[in-house]
């Protein structure tokens, strides 16, 4: 039997793995620290990881075989920088050491883009050195180290899955895809940057999907989760106007100010995700982002 | 008001750390999770700091300006690999953001030569890369990383000294110099290995003292803890022969096998400590181990 524990089950990624989990045959048990949804094939357990006995009781509770952890601090424009990284930190590693206790053999944390050197081109597992600017990146890099030492110092599994830029249902209001479709569907002109900025989208339920893949592989290590693709942040934001009904000159190009020493390229090589996992994405970012565009559109409906 | 606390106050180092700290005018509340010790001109508090109801009591009991973090699981043989590292990198962390709540200001923790690749010679704090091979280094340098990361979004003033090699009185029985000297001096003759391996060597006092003088000082970041001295295990144990007064043929060198894969020489560039900090340490060699021999002595005349 494989019983896994999912955790940030209710936050923008870890909602989109209980269907696939499911579809591999884990039994889920999917913690969140918000008020209980309801249970249906999942078993909820409402537990606050930055609570340490929390953490350990629903680890005991559950004995899980295997541990997808997602749960961090996500508070947009303030997860960069907030000390809130440290405490969720801890709290990682916490429950890295009640997993081991309970008897659990298999795990993947969610890891970041924000931990390359981001000057240094393609972002490749293998080549790429890590100089996370951030203290968001400089947490979850040390995750990572010290999950991977510890996991080989006692015999466990584990993969790092590193997250690069998503959207899709879900997905926050203050965010690109969403805040520039909701403006247009809303009929208002929405202002961006200059939109050259070269980045790797991938949609959110295929990110999830990537994940509960390589937790069911038995690869190791860090891996991208990404699409591999460039696609500038001005392309991305003209498909969601066409998605939209809307003629792309509504888009204020320029009209906000891209932040200093932002980089100018965040692409990802997905090899590993490609050659060891196996897995390729369901959505390429036409359908992508037309499904995330109906999904608000039918959210504003409601 | 100087008000310090100081953890791992009754360990190898710390201890040695309580006198230069009074010399410098600071209020020394130390940290020790052993039966304490009497009190004097020193305010003591029992406190494990693995359990963080503790660390988050004595810290606002306290109300520290200043604090030097040493405590850690330090078992001869066991630390380098075992999993008590990541709960001593939680409780670091939450004793970091302890002192920050509470109101401090000035910081110093203790590091490792252990974080450093030990293949690319001379360690330098700048330019050698970091590549920990143990669980130890690992978890030391993640340390180092948040540590710094969170100071510096936080306002706070912190540095980080990377400890090398030491001996000296209260060192553990198992070790180089006092394993040597204590069979020497009972009329043993001492195995070691071939003893070529070349290493740098402070005296524990000597340690203490820099790390005072570090955290007295407002230079921030990484700074090697050492002698900035090659020496081989060879001569340091001739040495403890020497002033054991027994003569080196005594020694086995060659009757243990060193482990594999050991570095052969790991010694640290210590610029910053000599030209920033303006320390220099009390100690050379000769001066050291004769006064660590003449402690050792005496010990076992009691």
């Not at 997993?99 to 080549?127: H, K, N």
């Not at 200093?260 to 995700?273: F, K, S, T």
Request: hydrophobic residues 40%.
């Amino acid at each position: 039997m494989k019983r896994v524990l999912l955790t940030g089950a209710s936050g923008f990624v870890g909602r989109h793995a209980i269907s696939p989990l499911r579809a591999r045959g884990y039994e889920v048990h999917a913690v969140t620290s918000r008020a209980m949804t309801s249970g249906g094939a999942v078993h909820w357990h409402q537990a606050d990881l930055l609570d340490g006995s929390a953490s350990s009781r629903v680890v005991a509770e559950v004995r899980p075989t295997h541990l997808l952890h997602f749960a961090w601090y996500a508070e947009p424009g303030k997860y960069w920088r907030s000390p809130e990284n440290v405490r969720w930190l801890e709290a990682s590693l916490a429950l890295l050491r009640h997993f081991r206790a309970s008897g659990g053999a298999r795990l993947v944390m969610a890891g970041t883009c924000a931990e390359y050197d981001w000057t240094q081109g393609v972002c490749s597992e293998g080549a790429t050195p890590r100089r996370p600017a951030t203290l968001y990146g400089i947490c979850k890099n040390a995750l990572h180290e010290v999950m991977s030492g510890y996991c080989e110092a006692e015999g466990l599994s584990a993969a790092w899955g590193r997250i690069f830029f998503l959207y899709g249902p879900g997905e926050h209001p203050s965010r690109l895809v969403s805040s520039v479709a909701s403006a247009l569907l809303r009929g208002d002109d929405p202002s961006c940057t200059h939109g050259n900025q070269v980045r790797d989208y991938l949609h959110v339920e295929d990110v999830a999907a990537a994940f509960v893949a390589l937790l069911d592989s038995d690869v190791t290590g860090a891996l991208n989760v990404a699409s591999g693709r460039r696609v500038t942040l001005r392309d991305i934001v003209l498909e969601v106007a066409r998605c939209a009904g809307a003629p792309g000159g509504r888009v204020k190009f320029g009209a906000i100010e891209a932040p200093q020493g932002e980089a100018a390229e965040i692409v990802a090589d997905v090899r590993r995700l490609a050659n060891e996992v196996r897995w390729a994405p369901r959505y390429d970012l036409t359908s992508g982002i037309a499904q995330a565009v109906d999904h608000r559109r039918a959210e504003s409906a409601r």
